[in-house]
């Protein structure tokens, strides 16, 4: 096998533009080598918040302390775990359905749900329920800074840090895998689920696929992939600006979300904003217009709320292990099955989105 380093990734990805920002390559990297620089949210004189005090990147940056570049020594972790370098993309499988293979698609809604919950709070319910069972010991999701709005990723051990970061995420600002590296080398956790877009399926995809012994560790260590469903991801700093500039801080916003084309921002005093979707192009993370892919695909199970009546979850299982936590969470009271889901709108959205984006050049 060609030992790759982090700059064939650079040169494939990075460079190019098509990095999805998944963090794969952060978390694995043995020399804890690569990172991303940061919207950076500040104080700014006694009463603003101002982002980005360094600029930030959509694509990784590196230490160069590279054991391949500086020793010779035998590793590609990073680009064997990266779903868009050239390689992968020739041995990816393409599904013949627009939202994947699967085995039945259903809506439901928790059971026991609280207010910060989106789209019925079945991956919350689904993660509780790993977690009471004992089927998981950890949990990568996504946090989110209650007064600067600010993403983070989080390694969740116990169902009362799940309840904490229930919600959707709208904007990127840190690679969503960024604390799989803290389960697996840290905490040496042996059940993970890993919930995320679907560029972080892929991600994940391409690590439970490789042959490189670097990865094996992340391998062993996956358990459930729970994908959510996903049209693009805006960058934090700009949305905030953007935001401010209509006078919107972010400790004032109760919820954001996306329905019927529109970007909604839900506000503590019960006021809505909200902007069509078009309108946001320009603040939109540069990668995602190489992403073809709304539920994520290699996933065990997959939600969103498209398909589905306001405040209940549409979940697509699509193997018979994700079918095997949908139903104890069924059984255990976690989540109630709801109404027939509206698969025409899904492949409808799913179907624009691979007609939206670009193809990535293979060189």
């Not at 599904?95 to 026991?112: D, N, Q």
């Not at 116990?158 to 803290?182: D, F, H, Q, T």
């Amino acid at each position: 096998m060609i030992n790759k380093s982090y700059l064939d990734l650079k040169k494939e990805v990075w460079d190019v533009g098509t990095c999805s920002g998944c963090g794969a390559c952060v978390a694995v990297c043995p020399c804890d080598n690569i990172f991303f620089m940061e919207d950076e949210p500040m104080r700014v004189g006694c009463d603003q918040i101002k982002c980005g005090k360094l600029e930030s990147s959509e694509s990784p940056l590196s230490f160069e302390f590279c054991k391949v570049t500086n020793y010779n020594v035998k590793c590609g972790a990073c680009y064997d775990a990266c779903p868009r370098t050239s390689s992968s993309i020739l041995t990816k499988k393409v599904p013949e359905s627009s939202i994947g293979e699967y085995i039945e698609i259903k809506t439901a809604k928790a059971i026991k749900s609280n207010d910060s919950v989106q789209s019925g709070g079945v991956v919350t319910a689904l993660l509780a329920e790993a977690f009471d069972e004992d089927l998981i010991d950890g949990a990568i999701v996504m946090l989110e800074d209650k007064w600067t709005m600010e993403p983070e990723s989080f390694l969740a051990t116990s169902k009362e840090e799940v309840l904490k970061s229930s919600g959707s995420r709208y904007s990127w600002n840190v690679p969503i895998l960024e604390a799989l590296r803290e389960a697996v080398y840290d905490k040496k956790l042996k059940r993970l689920a890993i919930v995320g877009t679907p560029c972080v399926m892929e991600s994940i995809n391409s690590i439970v696929n490789s042959n490189n012994d670097l990865l094996k560790p992340f391998e062993k260590a996956i358990r459930f992939k729970i994908g959510l469903f996903c049209y693009e991801t805006m960058k934090y700093g700009p949305l905030i600006e953007m935001l401010k500039k209509e006078g919107i801080n972010p400790w004032d916003i109760k919820k954001m979300e996306i329905g019927k084309g529109k970007f909604i921002v839900i506000l503590d005093n019960g006021n809505i904003k909200s902007y069509k979707i078009k309108e946001l192009e320009q603040i939109v993370r540069t990668g995602c217009k190489y992403c073809k892919d709304f539920t994520g695909y290699p996933s065990d199970l997959s939600v969103g709320n498209v398909g589905s009546p306001e405040g209940v979850s549409t979940i697509i299982i699509r193997n018979n292990w994700g079918k095997g936590l949908f139903d104890k969470a069924i059984i255990n009271r976690y989540i109630e099955v709801k109404d027939p889901v509206k698969t025409e709108d899904i492949t409808k959205l799913a179907e624009m989105k691979i007609r939206d984006r670009k193809d990535i050049s293979i060189n």
